[in-house]
């Protein structure tokens, strides 16, 4: 057994962003999205993530706008705390510990210092009764304070948020559950209670699905499960209430949202439309149809110009206010299960796997982002539940990636599969999939595999499909030209194979395309692609095979399956034999494409492990224990964008290739090693923020670039970017000069582009001599460390921060003369400006 | 917010021939000019000389057209009994024919009795022609022997007693005044030379030979007897080059076409083929009423000729250039080009600041419905009359669309007689289409289901549910025929491919299962 040094199991994709509803600031510049541990700051304007409010260690359930201070918010989570954070710089400013499990979070400003927290306050007995109660946030300079000032305000609510609500700036709380809609009104200090019968006529559901207040009028809209809306007034005299009924959604309205000023009620769902009623005038409504997936959330902005709207599918789409889509946030859209292997786009290495229904997300592994989704199956889709859609289920890339091969598949009770194959060419114009061919039921039955050959020559692209009909087809491109210019080659069946009329299940090309592995249950048949000719069968009873995979590179004479009895074989395919098989129950195997080694995922006791080995020798590689719980059956090595140097045997895997897998509760994860972490953290790690210096536009640009003071190994590792200019005493005095009083920043600009180049005309030769020895000694340094593995970093360190220090100061001071007529100058120019 | 997705209606593949350039060119004929001729037409020669006249040899007359009248413009009746191969000469001055009486006649084209008789075979003449000199006539007859004779001597110069069987064919070189060809029911082909007394070439055609043809360039001959139709290569002594089966009964005449690009066959089967000349592949194929006996094209290919068994003549002209256009200018009118681009193609200047309009997304009717769910209606646009009988495809693309919302059976129930009774038909008329089955069959499922209860009520919807009943049990009976010959086609195929052994590894015991051949079957074509 290998002994894994440094390799760590980290999650990649992002959490949910649809978990809670997003929050807006005041000024609607940030949005604030709970996902997963911590809470997310996207910018408004640009969509992009600004950053990460990090610290709770269990799922964040709530995030609000402190009342009494607009630039400040509370979150809290599932691990019993409350946290106070600073959103425009990302500080945590004051953590709260409640001590149980806080489900979601309230607060009004008429209630100065207290937050209101869902929450089961006898965990010991019932532990799905929960309450709503009162914090008092005591005042204490701490950063880590207990909160013991507790008083229950009302009982038995419902975990989700959007069932408890404020009313007219906290005069009243409202809460639903169930068939129960429950007001507190605090002036009172009383509840009133309001039932509703289980079913009506039809049996409709009256069940409360969300609530809503109005700002200005005491009124509550609640929405329910069978799609109503009903509207209560009066509901401050227990008998006299009255309601009425809103009716245009045909299933459950998730999410109620009142405008700032009254005017206007949205509302939304399942259907995905985004219904905005006339307040006061409820017949007149207007609709935002087809958003993409079901409204989950409705936020309105302060100042009432924008909604936010967050989807099932993991997306926030920005709306103005005269119902026009402005933007959309879109994370990794994680449906309940990946039906299509995980897959990587060659030409853009992002990874690619179902993403929303009927469609392929490409997803960007380097920059973490959604880069877009491709429509697959190209049809409108209905949003109702407990209908029966066209899914992607297969999907394939050939080697180029100009093809892509998708099969979608339509199960409907009682009749027959509806498949469709579909090829997509990549066109360089338009930088996307374009549909080259449509095979409409292109076998009898659902497919199980299918795989495009491997083979470099561009001249045959073939797919192979196996399917549950007892047949594999071989797909090919038609080489003759057409007569008419208009028609494109198309794709076309070339060959249909069958064994015994045993049910295929995968099929395996060779490295260089030669061979075809199809694997009957228990039986392993080879043929060959040129002539269509079966070569040998190979088969391991009694099993049937769950895996078929060839090697690579050198070990390209080996083929490896896996079968149900738990068996890992390997055969050569020169001696047509058995060359070694060891029992593991295998439920992922897979090559990595750009070398010898394999990577076998087992079951083992309810987790995964991993095993790492070259077919060709006995010895894993690499092996590591309980990667994950549950099983592992989805996974891909990804080719790196720069390779990696480590030395240590159980690295080594991974120096040129990423392995990353999806667990059975659809997180992506990947392994990691240390070396590349510790470049990740340099490389991300943000400026601690000076300030002495004021928020200018010049702040703004040099900031963010700004290299830290404490000394890592950054400037070891990344020689190559050149130490910004921050420390100069010219830049510090042009940032600190009110901007009315400079000159003109075209004046300005070559200067300063200038200060950033490594200035040839620096008549200290000598310095720059200096420096380039230094250069040359840290790549030595940097051979060396590959040896010695880390252990020089604390030397090299200092080594760095010193060439970074002796090289700004050196570039920046021959112009600070400069600078410094120039400020003389400007008088003139602003005393010219004045004139004009 | 992406826009609606319009339904897709699927794109079948076209049933039929493909279109071509052949195709085109072989379709550019106008409809067929039919002439009752007193028996069957056993020839068709066209003048060489404009107007290019054309003589029809049919039962005791040949009678020469015009190349636009439908009315013989000349008769030649002086035969006792079945006239023979009515041959003119390259000047197109004479015509000679042969006759069941075993007397040949030489006419003048402007004449009306015969110039000369050339008697002396026994049986009838089947075989006449010009030599390329134009003073000697090539005779071949029943009685196994050809002759050639001096024409302003009207004696016989020379007699070849060679083949064995009916002489049913020959043709004289154009470049040569002594080579001749002939061809006989004993399956031979024979090139004589007249400066010598035998045969200088003999080639095996396998069957009763009918035709024959020179290429204007006489390196190639073609032979048409049987089924097949071969080429031989003269100058390399009569090898064979080709060897064609493209019909299923006896070939019986040959025409060159396009300037020898095409090559022209005629059949008992009542096909005309056209072959490429340079690949020998079929390009063309013309369908006639009933079996061809004799075929005669037009120098240009301005007029296909065709005589038959049952004594019609059928004449087709070429379509004049304004005609061709015509027709296809008739298809493509629709609103100019001008109107789309109107305004569209303005270049805006620099200071110019753009406006820039929404576009508006064209939906289809039974699009829009649909878009607002109102599924009854959508159903019932698509179910208008041009549409259900023009384009089914879009009918059943809705259909299958409101299937896939999980509304179709909203769509079909509550319908009056009147769009009962349509939809009844279009499902009579597109049940058995084997591209709409699948959608068409369930859909008939749920209106039986839906209408159960008014069966009776309405003697239009029974009638019509009757059909319905009628045209599946015909389908039921169509299919199980078609599984039984699948079955026999299996059991054949089966015979036909040779076992092979399928190499074992049975070096490791572990391997022990897996003997036995693959079944492959033929590749199919399913991409649309």
Known sequence: ?836 | MASFKPTKIQVYPKLGEKVTQDTLYWKNYKAPVQIKEFGAITNIDFSPVAPHNFAVTAFTRVHIYGPFSQEPVKTFTRFKDTAYSGRFRSDGQLLVAGCEDSVVRLFDVSGKVALRMFKGHTKAVHVTDFTSDGYQILTGSDDYTCRLWDIPNATELNTYQEHTDYIRCGVTSKLNRDLFITGSYDHTLKMFDARLDKSVMTMDHGHPVENLLLYPSEGLLVSAGGRYVKVWDLLKGGQPLVSMKNHHKTVTCLSLGSNGQRLLSASLDRHVKVYNTTNYKVVHNFDYAASILSLGLAPDDESIVVGMTNGILSVKHRKSPEESKETSGQQRRKPSYRVFVKGKNYVPKQDDYLVSKPVKQHLAKYDKQLKRFNVSKALDTALETWLRRRKPEITVAVIKELDRRGTLKNALAGRDEQSLFHLLNFLIGNLVDPRFAPVLVTTAEMILDIYRSVIGQSPVVDRQLLRLQDLLEREIDYQKDLLEVLGMLDTMFASSIPRKEVPCSGISRSNGLGQGEASTSRPQLQAT
């Open chain 1, 1 to 836: 057994m290998v002994e894994h040094g440094d390799i760590r199991v980290v999650h990649r994709g992002g959490s949910k962003i649809n978990f809670r509803e997003p929050v807006i600031t005041n000024d609607s510049k940030f949005l604030l999205c709970a996902s997963g541990e911590c809470v997310k700051v996207f910018s408004t304007s640009t969509e992009e993530c600004v950053h990460d409010l990090r610290g709770h260690t269990d799922l964040v359930t709530g995030v609000i706008i402190k009342p009494s201070n607009h630039l400040q918010a509370y979150s809290c989570s599932a691990d019993g705390t409350v946290r106070l954070w600073d959103f425009t710089d990302g500080i945590l400013i004051k953590t709260y510990v409640i001590g149980h499990p806080i489900y979601s979070i309230h607060a009004s400003a008429s209630h100065e210092g207290v937050v209101f927290v869902v929450t089961s306050m006898h965990a010991d007995k019932r532990p799905d009764l929960l309450q709503l109660v009162a914090v008092h946030l005591p005042r204490s300079g701490d950063q880590m304070v207990e909160a013991r000032e507790l008083s229950a305000v009302l009982s038995d609510v419902s975990s989700n948020p959007l069932a408890i609500v404020f009313g007219r700036g906290g005069e009243y709380i409202a809460s639903a559950k169930g068939l129960k809609l429950e007001v507190y009104l605090f002036r009172k200090q009383k509840a009133y209670s309001f039932f509703l019968k289980e079913d009506n006529k039809k049996g409709r559901r009256n069940t409360f699905t969300c609530v809503a207040c109005h700002p200005k009028d005491d009124c509550i809209a609640t929405g329910h499960e069978d799609g109503k809306i009903r509207l209560w007034r009066n509901f401050n005299q227990k008998k006299e209430y009255t309601y009425s009924t809103l009716h245009w959604h045909h299933s459950a309205v998730s999410s109620l949202c009142f405008t700032p000023e009254g005017t206007n009620l949205l509302s939304g769902g399942i259907e995905s439309v985004l219904v905005q009623w006339r307040y006061n005038q409820e017949d007149q409504r207007e609709f935002l149809p087809r958003l993409g997936a079901a409204i989950t959330h409705i936020t309105v902005s302060p100042d009432g110009s924008l909604f936010f709207t967050s989807h099932s599918d993991n997306k926030i789409t920005i709306i103005q206010s005269c119902l026009k889509v402005s933007a959309a946030i879109q994370g990794l859209v994680k449906g309940e299960s990946v039906t299509t292997d995980l897959m990587m786009d060659p030409r853009s290495k992002s990874l690619v796997l179902n993403g929303k229904p009927g469609h392929l997300q490409f997803y960007s592994l380097q920059r973490d982002k959604l880069l877009y989704n491709l429509d697959v199956v190209q049809q409108e889709y209905i949003h109702e539940s407990g209908l029966q859609q066209f899914e992607v289920v297969k999907a394939a890339f050939d080697t180029s990636g100009n093809w892509l091969a998708t099969v979608e598949e339509r199960k409907q009770k009682g009749a027959e599969v509806e498949l469709n194959l579909k090829l997509w060419e990549f066109d360089e114009q338009t930088q996307s999939f374009v549909l080259n061919t449509t095979i409409s039921a292109p076998h009898e039955a659902q497919i199980t595999g299918m795989c495009f050959c491997h083979s470099t020559d561009n001249q045959t692209t073939m797919l192979v499909s196996t399917s549950k009909d007892g047949h594999f087809k071989a797909w090919q491109l038609d080489a003759q030209a057409h007569t008419e210019a208009d028609e494109r080659p198309s794709w076309s069946c070339d060959f249909v194979g069958a064994y015994h009329s045993l049910v295929p299940e995968c099929c395996c090309f060779s490295a260089d395309g030669s061979l075809l592995a199809v694997s009957f249950q228990e039986v392993v048949t080879v043929w060959s692609t040129a002539s269509w000719e079966l070569l040998t069968t190979l088969s391991q009873p009694p099993k049937a095979i769950r895996n078929l995979c060839f090697g690579r590179l050198s070990c390209s004479k080996y083929l490896l399956g896996t079968t149900g009895n738990n068996l890992l074989c390997c055969w050569n395919l020169l001696t047509c034999s058995l060359e070694w098989s060891t029992s593991m129950d295998v439920s992922l195997l897979l090559a990595d494409p750009i070398s010898e080694n394999m990577a076998a995922f087992c079951r083992q006791a309810g987790s995964t492990d991993l095993f790492v080995f070259k077919p060709s020798e006995p010895r894993p590689l690499f092996s590591q224990k309980a990667v994950c719980p549950g099983k592992v059956t989805r996974a891909i090595f990804t080719p790196r964008e720069e390779m990696l140097e480590s030395c240590e045997e159980s690295s080594q895997w991974l120096n040129r290739s990423q392995l990353y897998f999806l667990t059975q509760h659809m997180d992506l994860m990947t392994f990691t090693t240390k070396v590349e972490e510790d470049r990740l953290m340099a490389s991300s790690k943000q400026l601690v923020i000076d300030d002495t210096v004021a928020m200018t536009p010049f702040y703004l640009l040099l900031g963010k670039h700004r290299q830290q003071d404490s000394g890592d190994a950054q400037s070891g590792i990344s020689a190559e970017r050149t130490p910004l200019p921050q420390g100069s005493v010219a830049i510090k005095e042009l940032l600190q000069t009110p901007a009315h009083v400079l000159p003109s920043t075209s004046f300005l600009c070559s200067m300063f582009v200038q200060s950033l180049l490594i200035s040839v005309t620096d008549p200290r030769e000598e310095n720059k001599a200096t420096e380039e020895e230094m250069e040359s000694e840290k790549e030595e340094e940097d051979s060396e460390e590959e040896m010695e593995s880390g252990t020089t970093r604390p030397e090299q360190a200092p080594l760095g921060r010193h060439a970074a220090e002796s090289a700004a100061p050196a570039l920046t001071k021959a112009q600070v003369r400069e600078l410094r007529r120039v400020k003389k100058l400007d008088r003139s120019w602003f005393a010219g400006l004045l004139d004009s």
